[in-house]
């Protein structure tokens, strides 16, 4: 075997030991909660030593930082992609059903995402980073808007297409928080189409144009 294939081989194990890691952290964290898990418990249900661990995360922050990252930007991808799949205009309706489908995946990343929001406004690196995902889910709502503008009403309480964006992601942690306490994954997504279609609806009258955010 050359090096180079043994570098290969290497580093593909080395990706999937980092990848199971972050799968087990998932389990754990959702289980327990961020800052009463220890390295151990995640060595354990990956079924890797702490060796394995400190090869991959120089520590518990760092694997929490990229667990979130990973599944935060897998999130924000599937709301562009889900948005993408209407035409020139934009089927209000039809798009809120299919964005409620992605952001509603399932309570433990809720519970994980809401363990990162306390972390996070404990500790400002940590902040600009979950803004920054923000920022991006909020883009990629904006850009579809903006998009249908001159074929959608967007209902003049929300100002422009930056305001109809970051009242969508508002409603989403509204309605998810909810569902962190009554456990109703079915009540809310169906709440959320709601909430969201009447967020971008204007019924008032004909479909105008909407004003394009400054910058």
């Known amino acids: 075997m050359t090096v180079e294939e043994t570098t290969r081989r290497v580093t593909k194990r080395r990706v999937r030991t980092r990848a199971n890691l972050l799968d087990a952290a998932f389990a754990v964290f959702a289980a ?22 400190y090869s991959n995360f120089d520590s518990l922050d760092e694997l929490f930082f990229a667990l979130y990252q990973e599944r935060a930007d897998l999130i924000a991808d599937q709301v562009a992609g889900a948005l ?9 309706p039809a798009a809120v ?11 433990d990343w809720l519970l994980v995402k809401t363990d990162f929001l306390v972390h996070a406004a404990r500790d ?3 902040a600009r980073t979950l803004l920054e995902h923000r920022a991006r889910l909020r883009g990629a709502i904006a850009e579809r808007l903006a998009r249908a503008g001159g074929r959608t009403a967007l209902p003049a309480v929300l100002g422009d297409i930056d305001g109809a964006a970051h009242a969508v992601v508002a409603a989403y942690d509204g309605v998810t928080t909810q569902l962190l306490l009554d456990r109703d994954v079915e009540h809310a997504r169906r709440w959320l189409g709601q909430l969201l279609t009447a967020l971008l609806t204007d019924g008032s009258g004909p479909s ?8």
């Open 32 to 53: 327990k909660g961020f800052g009463r898990v220890s390295i151990e418990e995640v060595c354990e249900a990956a079924g890797y030593s702490r060796g394995a661990f």
């Open 84 to 92: 993408a799949l209407d035409g020139p205009g934009l089927d209000v």
């Open 97 to 107: 059903d299919r964005v409620t489908e992605v952001l509603l995946l399932d309570r």
């Open 124 to 126: 400002p690196a940590v």
């Open 208 to 215: 105008t144009a909407w004003p394009q955010p400054d910058h």
